[in-house]
Antibody
Framework: EVQLVQSGAEVKKPGESLKISCKGS????????IGWVRQMPGKGLEWMGI????????RYSPSFQGQVTISADKSISTAYLQWSSLKASDTAMYYC???????????????WGQGTLVTVSS | DIQMTQSPSSLSASVGDRVTITCRAS??????LAWYQQKPGKVPKLLIY???TLQSGVPSRFSGSGSGTDFTLTISSLQPEDVATYYC??????????FGPGTKVDIK
């Protein structure tokens, strides 16, 4: 069974750094892209970026380029999303996602992590 | 940068009604479109991909259509468990994804 299990909720102060994780299991971790999606309180879904753990090829949404860093450690089947200096506006739920591959293309996200709530407040 | 819009932003319908949600891309995206359902407090769920392919396990009352710039998600007979926010999402071979703003569906 494919599972994406994310790290627990975080409460941080503005200016602090943070790295949250997403562990994949039940499939070949190095053969599938893993992405991240943000959902601010009461708002919609925003795609942030995606990484291929096999070779660390990473793509970012223009809205998030330079704001976060996506990485992966294939030895422990885990992807990461990190901030070097958090802002109050980073308060959100963050989901890791795995794209569905079929018919020669990727087609949306069929697997989602349970979400990690990040709260940034002084 | 391709933008996605959805209409309406919210709707209220009766149980058994046919419900249609529209998604529009600012440029043609072929059939590279997915639909998601997010129930309150829950993780989003993939309903439809490639504009009209029903994801495994999704009830057949959900259907999708469209190509190019205009797409629709239809619920043929609205059920109480369909109360949710629905999002469209475009994708492409470069693995760049964009969600629409969402449509909130309630029971009248």
């Amino acid at each position: 069974e494919v599972q994406l299990v994310q790290s627990g909720a975080e409460v941080k102060k503005p200016g602090e750094s943070l790295k949250i994780s997403c562990k994949g299991s039940g499939y070949s971790f190095t053969s599938y892209w893993i992405g991240w999606v943000r959902q601010m309180p009461g708002k919609g879904l925003e795609w942030m970026g995606i990484i291929y753990p096999g070779d660390s090829d990473t793509r970012y949404s223009p809205s998030f380029q330079g704001q976060v860093t996506i990485s992966a450690d294939k030895s422990i089947s885990t992807a990461y999303l990190q901030w070097s200096s958090l802002k109050a506006s980073d308060t959100a739920m963050y989901y890791c996602v795995r794209p569905l591959y079929g018919s020669g293309s990727y087609n949306g996200f069929d697997y989602w992590g349970q979400g990690t709530l990040v709260t940034v407040s002084s | 940068d391709i933008q996605m819009t959805q209409s309406p932003s919210s709707l209220s319908a009766s149980v058994g009604d046919r419900v249609t949600i529209t998604c529009r891309a600012s440029q043609g995206i072929s059939n590279y479109l997915a639909w998601y359902q997010q129930k309150p407090g829950k993780v989003p769920k993939l309903l439809i991909y490639a504009a009209s392919t029903l994801q495994s396990g999704v009830p057949s009352r959900f259907s999708g259509s469209g190509s190019g710039t205009d797409f629709t998600l239809t619920i043929s007979s609205l059920q109480p468990e369909d109360v949710a926010t629905y999002y469209c999402q475009k994708y492409n071979s470069a693995l760049l994804f964009t969600f629409g703003p969402g449509t909130k569906v309630d029971i009248k």
